[in-house]
């Protein structure tokens, strides 16, 4: 593992990367063979001709003939047969997508890596332009005639991803003009989504003459010595700016890719299409939205105010957003500690679940490790149902690194969980698909709680725990008030570098209040925020996961009897139910108001605790 040398002119001494290494253990490299053996393996070039077969065969079976299919005696057991040949084919074609996707983010410099990925793109795209037809057709049939069909059990049970294909109808368009915006997507928004990741996984930052990549370099602002935290901060603003012309034109590009597609589709709003992949009316996000802006000044000003106090500052400079306590000793927390710590807090809580997330370290499904190229962050690829999932994580020994795994772990459980759902029904939305991944944080934030040795400790969980929750909730909102502002405008025409760093900045100053000083630099952090990429308008996602699971964990205290399965079974209904279905068996409504005020109480409650322990 790579760790910064020594930085001679500063007064600290940094560990070395071996003590460093030593200290963490042996990471783990995920192995991607129960996908495929190889990039240029037999079974892969077999896979993507038969991939490429299969799909020719289905639209040569049955394009254009759906609607006589319903007019059969058996109509709902051949619709079933017809939609379960079409699940294989998506399992297949998922299983390729994944293959070449996690090859890549194993390094995306590697030209060999990137060549692979962008050619099995390109065949899939090929591929599934075959299939294009066919929910396009699904939404021509007659209604009456499909609910007739879907009274039988084999087709009905494919009745929640019909509802989801039906509920795309009014923004679907003619099949020629799908047809052109599936093929483009390749040369279009994925090549800008590519070139994305290419570039931030090249930048290379000078951290008092070390030349580190960006996970590294971000990691400099959660370090306990501020002359550190500020030459990472630098390091950062000055690689951002240099580059922001590339990812001006990035953003205006996407940006008014979207605008194009949303106005040929008839969404009204430019978040309609994220709240209708999600399947949660946008009354809902706007409430949460609302609610979130409303608490600003009781979150994230308050804590920030409050942690300026204990630094002994007026204002916090905005790389010490993030610093651990002060006079609170840190060490670097081994994988071994880490995995212990987060399978304890599984187990405690259900059983079955520590099991789950025990096979990603006993079969090889994490890659844990920082490399040269590697993708940035962390994720759990759900991959197929036939397979399992993978996480990818930056593990450098952080206490927050351990909230992480057990965050991505979450999301690993709740896929494994939804697999037997099927390829079509096991995906989640991504409101709900947050749920488990922060459900998994709070128990192991609550196992930690409890065994802090004494209340400095406490102290320091509670606030690393309210930092994690203003990021998750606060910023996570800020960013998509920025999302709107800047897919506003650009309507208006292309945005100057200067009018989104300026944009930035208002949002920042309005969600973090003025205990924290934006200072010089700051202005371009926004470069590198990939949901705004790859994902329009995600972000929401995480305050509904925070302030959902803030709700469900209030339950779990007040009623614990009997919470383990039905949160279980909450999580293995995968794609199959929507929001308020999934919730009603605990008393909760994501539509009710004061649902929101029930999360966001929580996160106060803690700040409160915390003014009450200021001298501790």
Same mark, same amino acid.
Request: aromatic share 10%; with cysteine.
């Given at each position: 593992?790579?760790?910064?040398?020594?930085?001679?002119?500063?007064?600290?001494?940094?560990?070395?990367?071996?003590?460093?290494?030593?200290?963490?253990?042996?990471?783990?490299?995920?192995?991607?063979?129960?996908?495929?053996?190889?990039?240029?393996?037999?079974?892969?070039?077999?896979?993507?001709?038969?991939?490429?077969?299969?799909?020719?065969?289905?639209?040569?079976?049955?394009?254009?003939?759906?609607?006589?299919?319903?007019?059969?005696?058996?109509?709902?057991?051949?619709?079933?047969?017809?939609?379960?040949?079409?699940?294989?084919?998506?399992?297949?074609?998922?299983?390729?997508?994944?293959?070449?996707?996690?090859?890549?983010?194993?390094?995306?410099?590697?030209?060999?890596?990137?060549?692979?990925?962008?050619?099995? &793109?390109?065949?899939?795209?090929?591929?599934?332009?075959? %299939?294009?037809? $066919? *929910? =396009?057709?699904? #939404?021509? @049939?007659?209604?009456?005639?499909?609910?007739?069909?879907?009274?039988?059990?084999?087709?009905?049970?494919?009745?929640?991803?019909?509802?989801?294909?039906?509920?795309?109808?009014?923004?679907?368009?003619?099949?020629?003009?799908?047809?052109?915006?599936?093929?483009?997507?390749?040369?279009?928004?994925?090549?800008?989504?590519?070139?994305?990741?290419?570039?931030?996984?090249?930048?290379?930052?000078?951290?008092?003459?070390?030349?580190?990549?960006?996970?590294?370099?971000?990691?400099?602002?959660?370090?306990?010595?501020?002359?550190?935290?500020?030459?990472?901060? &630098?390091?950062?603003?000055?690689?951002?700016?240099?580059? %922001?012309?590339? $990812? *001006? =034109?990035?953003? #205006?590009? @996407?940006?008014?890719?979207?605008?194009?597609?949303?106005?040929?589709?008839?969404?009204?709003?430019?978040?309609?299409?994220?709240?209708?992949?999600?399947?949660?009316?946008?009354?809902?996000?706007?409430?949460?939205?609302?609610?979130?802006?409303?608490?600003?000044?009781?979150?994230?000003?308050?804590?920030?105010?409050?942690?300026?106090?204990?630094?002994?500052?007026?204002?916090?400079?905005?790389?010490?957003?993030?610093?651990?306590?002060?006079?609170?000793?840190?060490?670097?927390?081994?994988?071994?500690?880490?995995?212990?710590?987060?399978?304890?807090?599984?187990?405690?809580?259900?059983?079955?679940?520590?099991?789950?997330?025990?096979? $990603?370290?006993?079969?090889?499904?994490?890659?844990?490790?920082?490399?040269?190229?590697?993708?940035?962050?962390?994720?759990?690829?759900?991959?197929?149902?036939?397979?399992?999932?993978?996480?990818?994580?930056?593990?450098?020994?952080?206490?927050?690194?351990?909230?992480?795994?057990?965050?991505?772990?979450?999301?690993?459980?709740?896929?494994?969980?939804?697999?037997?759902?099927?390829?079509?029904?096991?995906?989640?939305?991504?409101?709900?698909?947050?749920?488990?991944?922060?459900?998994?944080?709070?128990?192991?934030?609550?196992?930690?709680?409890?065994?802090?040795?004494?209340?400095?400790?406490?102290?320091?969980?509670?606030?690393?725990?309210?930092?994690?929750?203003?990021?998750?909730?606060?910023?996570?909102?800020?960013?998509?008030?920025?999302?709107?502002?800047?897919?506003?405008?650009?309507?208006?025409?292309?945005?100057?570098?200067?009018?989104?760093?300026?944009?930035?900045?208002?949002?920042?100053?309005?969600?973090?209040?003025?205990?924290?000083?934006?200072?010089?630099?700051?202005?371009?952090?926004?470069?590198?925020?990939?949901?705004?990429?790859?994902?329009?308008?995600?972000?929401?996602?995480?305050?509904?996961?925070?302030?959902?699971?803030?709700?469900?964990?209030?339950?779990?205290?007040?009623?614990?009897?009997?919470?383990?399965?039905?949160?279980?079974?909450?999580?293995?209904?995968?794609?199959?139910?929507?929001?308020?279905?999934?919730?009603?068996?605990?008393?909760?409504?994501?539509?009710?108001?004061?649902?929101?005020?029930?999360?966001?109480?929580?996160?106060?409650?803690?700040?409160?605790?915390?003014?009450?322990?200021?001298?501790?």
């Amino acid at each position: 593992m790579n760790m910064p040398r020594r930085l001679d002119h500063l007064a600290f001494v940094p560990r070395s990367p071996e003590a460093s290494a030593a200290a963490l253990g042996a990471l783990p490299q995920w192995d991607l063979s129960d996908l495929y053996p190889a990039m240029d393996s037999p079974e892969l070039e077999a896979d993507l001709a038969s991939v490429a077969a299969e799909t020719a065969g289905f639209e040569e079976a049955y394009k254009g003939r759906l609607a006589s299919v319903l007019e059969a005696p058996d109509a709902g057991g051949q619709m079933a047969q017809i939609v379960a040949r079409y699940e294989k084919i998506e399992d297949l074609l998922g299983r390729l997508y994944s293959y070449a996707g996690l090859v890549y983010s194993g390094d995306t410099t590697d030209p060999v890596r990137a060549k692979f990925y962008g050619d099995v &793109q390109e065949k899939l795209t090929d591929a599934s332009t075959h %299939l294009l037809f $066919f *929910t =396009l057709e699904l #939404n021509r @049939l007659d209604d009456a005639k499909m609910e007739a069909a879907l009274a039988d059990p084999a087709f009905g049970r494919y009745r929640p991803w019909i509802e989801d294909v039906r509920a795309e109808k009014p923004y679907q368009l003619e099949d020629r003009i799908e047809h052109l915006f599936h093929e483009k997507g390749v040369t279009g928004r994925g090549a800008w989504n590519r070139l994305f990741d290419e570039t931030i996984a090249g930048l290379r930052f000078d951290v008092g003459g070390e030349i580190l990549p960006l996970e590294q370099t971000l990691n400099f602002l959660a370090e306990p010595e501020e002359e550190k935290r500020r030459m990472g901060a &630098q390091a950062l603003a000055k690689v951002f700016g240099e580059n %922001l012309r590339l $990812f *001006t =034109l990035i953003t #205006n590009t @996407l940006a008014k890719d979207k605008e194009i597609s949303d106005r040929w589709r008839g969404f009204e709003d430019i978040a309609d299409s994220r709240h209708l992949a999600n399947r949660v009316e946008r009354e809902v996000v706007d409430a949460l939205v609302s609610s979130v802006h409303a608490a600003y000044p009781r979150l994230a000003h308050r804590y920030y105010r409050l942690k300026a106090r204990w630094f002994g500052k007026e204002k916090l400079e905005y790389w010490d957003r993030n610093a651990p306590l002060p006079k609170v000793e840190t060490r670097p927390i081994g994988w071994d500690e880490a995995r212990d710590t987060v399978l304890g807090a599984y187990s405690t809580f259900s059983p079955r679940m520590a099991d789950i997330a025990r096979d $990603f370290f006993d079969r090889s499904w994490i890659d844990a490790g920082i490399r040269p190229g590697k993708a940035t962050g962390a994720f759990a690829h759900p991959t197929v149902p036939s397979a399992h999932p993978y996480v990818l994580l930056n593990y450098m020994g952080k206490p927050r690194d351990v909230m992480t795994l057990a965050h991505e772990l979450g999301h690993g459980v709740h896929q494994v969980l939804a697999a037997p759902n099927g390829a079509l029904m096991a995906p989640t939305p991504l409101t709900l698909a947050e749920t488990a991944s922060v459900f998994g944080e709070m128990l192991t934030f609550r196992r930690l709680l409890a065994a802090a040795p004494d209340a400095r400790a406490r102290k320091a969980m509670l606030a690393s725990k309210v930092e994690d929750m203003i990021n998750t909730v606060v910023r996570q909102i800020a960013f998509y008030t920025f999302e709107r502002r800047i897919h506003t405008e650009r309507k208006n025409g292309e945005l100057t570098a200067e009018k989104i760093c300026a944009i930035w900045m208002e949002v920042q100053s309005e969600s973090l209040g003025e205990a924290i000083h934006l200072g010089p630099g700051y202005e371009n952090y926004w470069v590198y925020i990939g949901h705004f990429i790859h994902s329009p308008f995600y972000v929401y996602a995480y305050a509904f996961g925070d302030c959902l699971v803030n709700s469900l964990y209030a339950v779990y205290e007040n009623a614990s009897e009997g919470f383990a399965e039905r949160y279980l079974a909450m999580l293995a209904a995968g794609g199959t139910k929507h929001h308020s279905e999934l919730l009603k068996p605990f008393g909760l409504d994501a539509r009710d108001p004061a649902f929101w005020q029930t999360g966001l109480g929580l996160i106060e409650r803690m700040i409160e605790e915390l003014e009450a322990m200021e001298e501790a």
